[in-house]
């Protein structure tokens, strides 16, 4: 009987960790269906590798015949019918062990010894992160570190999206409706789970579902909560039930997901400061649940370090150790199929790129008027507004919402029907209502599906002529010079009334997490989980803050971002953008609509970050540490 993958991967790679020959494993694997597969993970070939600081020759961690989760994981990864990852496997491959061999090996953990290891790993927005630190995770566990903390951003959302990812990739205990699980694998040693999917189950609100034998028997603790005073104190005041000495044979890792956003201490001194402050809330509740394991990693991810490597390494005058990544920083590559800054924001003289520009009135002089920018930022927050579902006095808008019409229609036309399809309104940072966006967005949706369901054009009449006429026209001069093989504009026009039929959910997501609030913010978290939608989901999303972290919007084409920024920082700007990331089969789609100044913005970000990254290139070459920052 043929083994499946995870079975026959983990049998050679064990081999392999033995005696080192290639050679071997391909002559007594040739005829597995899998040999292809299992050698490029064993010899590790890949285009480009992660930059690393310091130099490292560690190599304890082995791939044992014991191991069953980093195997499992792999076997997803590499299936081309439910991950379809198997380039960028390679790399996660790689890269994890990497990372594992700076931690230390849980399983030589001696009396009275501490291990105490804190890194960083820098990706890329929206590259993939999450399936890097699964994979680093599921090593984790196989080598023997018992307690794995994920922190997954402030909101509910994303700790639950975060949550339920994990739930399918690598424990197993939540099926995908595109079957992209590990539900069919038994494990010898399951998951414990004192966090679940949904709302009302983070850690500090499912007490009656954790002991503390779920950390000191031999199965693996998987705990995924918000970076919230509530669960980091419920953390604490849990691992306190155990002793000291049993808390030294506990081995940790803690895995701090965009470890930029709220983890740091903002209230540090500054140079020449001798006044002792106490750190931020959250940033001393992190620190002092670290400082309850003598044997512990602290791992932060982000895609914009630019805070991280201006903690201070020895100490902030405060109580316990700090964050900053003194043990190793690395740098991983981007994935092929990676849109980041270089395509979407590309510099002067190379090809137009995505970016369309919505006019703002010039803020330097006084008397000028208000341009579309201004006006959607005023009608944004105005709860008697009432605007006309003719978009017209919001041309680029209009031409936004035109642009994710048509984009949704090729997409049919080129077999992506069943995908999701989404777009981004950011106007402005409020917790007021974005009412009135949203109701303008909506009543244009029913106006333009009236207008287009007929096949023929010539029983319109009036308004509904109009924006016939207006899609049509924008589809010829916008798409058929910029996209590859463009379709006629009758078969686009087919491609709209199905996409139509389909059906448009126009959601306000509002950054207001008040108590008030918290019946709508639930609603909120169910109307946006694309899980539900297992024929795809077509999404207009209009909010500030709640989008502009860490949440996914699944196959995001068409943005239209104008929030301004007084005082723009590089990292907030830089997650900001939600367009980042993998857009196969529609990558000459993506439509960006935003204001000259943010567009200037990103630019001066798109060049610090090339700045960041070479200076980890530099001082990797000159074999230097994270000291040296």
Not at 435 to 452: D, F, G, H, M, Y
Not at 469 to 484: F, G, K, S
Not at 566 to 588: C, H, L, N, V
Request: hydrophobic letters at 30%; a negative charge; one cysteine or more.
């Amino acid at each position: 009987m043929q083994l499946p993958f995870r079975e026959e991967y983990r049998n050679a790679a064990s081999e392999f960790m033995k005696h080192k020959s290639p050679g071997k494993i391909k002559r007594k694997y040739r005829r597995s269906p899998h040999i292809e597969s299992i050698m490029r993970h064993i010899t590790g070939q890949v285009e480009v590798k992660a930059s690393e600081i310091p130099p490292s020759d560690d190599e304890w961690f082995k791939i044992t015949e014991d191991a069953e989760y980093w195997p499992a994981y792999l076997e997803l990864l590499n299936d081309p019918e439910r991950k379809n990852m198997q380039g960028p496997a390679v790399s996660i491959d790689i890269s994890t062990t990497n990372i594992l061999n700076r931690l230390f090996d849980p399983e030589s953990i001696e009396e009275n010894q501490s291990n105490q290891r804190y890194g960083m790993v820098v990706g890329y927005v929206q590259s993939g992160k999450t399936a890097h630190y699964t994979g680093l995770i599921a090593k984790a566990a196989d080598s023997g570190y018992k307690l794995i903390v994920v922190l997954s951003g402030l909101y509910n959302d994303l700790r639950e999206q975060t949550q339920a990812r994990l739930c399918k990739e690598l424990t197993g205990v939540l099926e995908d409706p595109k079957g992209c699980d590990l539900s069919d694998v038994v494990y010898s040693r399951p998951w414990h789970h004192p966090t679940q999917p949904g709302i009302g189950k983070d850690f500090h609100e499912m007490a009656e579902y954790r002991n503390l034998s779920m950390i000191t028997d031999k199965r693996p603790t998987l705990v995924v909560t918000k970076k919230n005073k509530s669960p980091l104190q419920a953390l604490i005041e849990w691992v306190m039930g155990l002793s000291p000495s049993e808390r030294a044979k506990i081995p940790l890792l803690l895995i701090d997901d965009e470890c930029d956003y709220a983890s740091l201490n903002t209230n540090a001194p500054k140079p020449g400061d001798t006044m002792e402050r106490d750190p931020n809330r959250i940033n001393a509740l992190l620190r002092e649940f670290l400082s309850l394991f003598e044997n512990r990693a602290y791992i932060g991810y982000t895609a914009s370090p630019f805070a991280n490597v201006f903690i201070h390494p020895d100490g902030d005058g405060t109580r316990f150790k700090t964050l900053y990544p003194r043990d190793f920083v690395i740098s991983l590559p981007p994935p092929s199929g990676y849109q980041g800054f270089a395509s979407l924001f590309p510099t002067e003289g190379e090809h137009k790129g995505p970016i369309r520009i919505v006019p703002e009135r010039d803020q330097e002089k006084l008397n000028s008027p208000n341009l579309e920018a201004d006006i959607v930022r005023t009608l944004t927050d105005d709860p008697y507004a009432d605007p006309t579902a003719d978009m017209d006095e919001y041309p680029q808008l209009k031409k936004a919402f035109a642009s994710y019409v048509i984009s949704g229609s090729i997409r049919t036309l080129r077999g992506q029907g069943d995908k999701h399809h989404s777009m981004l309104i950011h106007t402005k940072h409020t917790k007021k209502s974005m009412k009135p966006i949203q109701k303008l967005v909506a009543s244009a949706s029913t106006v333009w599906r009236e207008s287009l369901k007929r096949r023929d054009p010539n029983v319109l009449h009036g308004h509904h002529l109009d924006v016939y006429e207006y899609i049509m026209n924008y589809y010829i001069d916008e798409y058929c010079r910029e996209i590859d093989n463009p379709p006629p504009w009758e078969q686009v026009h087919e491609g709209i009334r199905i996409f139509f039929r389909k059906g448009i959910r126009v959601l306000e997501i509002n950054s207001d997490t008040s108590a008030n609030s918290k019946r709508d913010e639930n609603q909120l978290i169910h109307e946006l989980n694309y899980d539900q939608y297992k024929e795809g989901s077509n999404v207009i999303a209009i909010g500030g803050n709640r989008l502009s972290r860490g949440l996914t919007l699944e196959g995001l084409c068409v943005s239209y971002f104008i929030r301004r920024s007084t005082e723009p920082k590089a990292d907030t700007m830089m997650q900001m953008g939600r367009w980042f990331g993998y857009r196969s089969g529609y990558t000459d789609l993506i439509r960006i609509f935003t204001t000259a100044s943010l567009n200037e913005q990103f630019d001066l970000i798109r060049q610090m970050e090339e700045f960041l990254r070479s200076e980890i290139d530099r001082l990797e070459a000159a074999g230097k540490t994270p000291d040296d920052f």
